[in-house]
């Protein structure tokens, strides 16, 4: 499941596009919610990272911030208000090589 929520993470391909290889995308998705929102997640990205970093594997010579806006189902409330309407906007930085080193969903 982490290696399809990395997995999307690095790519930015749709959840519903994600390979067979990983567990169905729900799956996927639901637990990187549950752990986003207890702030698992975060610490495991925030170790990964540290221990990538420390073996000389992150190439910190180009980095890229992006982020995605995706709708509310049914104006869900837990959704923000953005310039285009009630959403989530997701945040990500990653490295050259598009290792996810944070993410952030604007609350």
Not at 20 to 43: A, E, I, M
Not at 44 to 56: N, S
Not at 100 to 107: G, K
């Amino acid at each position: 499941m982490l290696n399809g929520c990395c997995g999307v993470l690095r790519t930015g391909v749709p959840w519903h596009d994600l390979p067979d290889r990983y567990p169905p995308h729900r799956t996927c998705h639901r637990g990187l919610q549950d752990r986003r929102k207890n702030g698992v997640f975060s610490d495991l990205l925030t170790c990964l990272t540290e221990d990538l970093r420390l073996r000389g594997k992150i190439d910190l010579t180009d980095g890229f911030v992006d982020a995605s806006f995706t709708a509310a189902k049914k104006g869900a409330l837990s959704s923000v208000l953005t310039k285009r309407g009630n959403g989530n906007k997701i945040v990500a930085i990653v490295d050259r090589r598009s290792l996810p080193l944070a993410t952030r969903e604007r609350e």
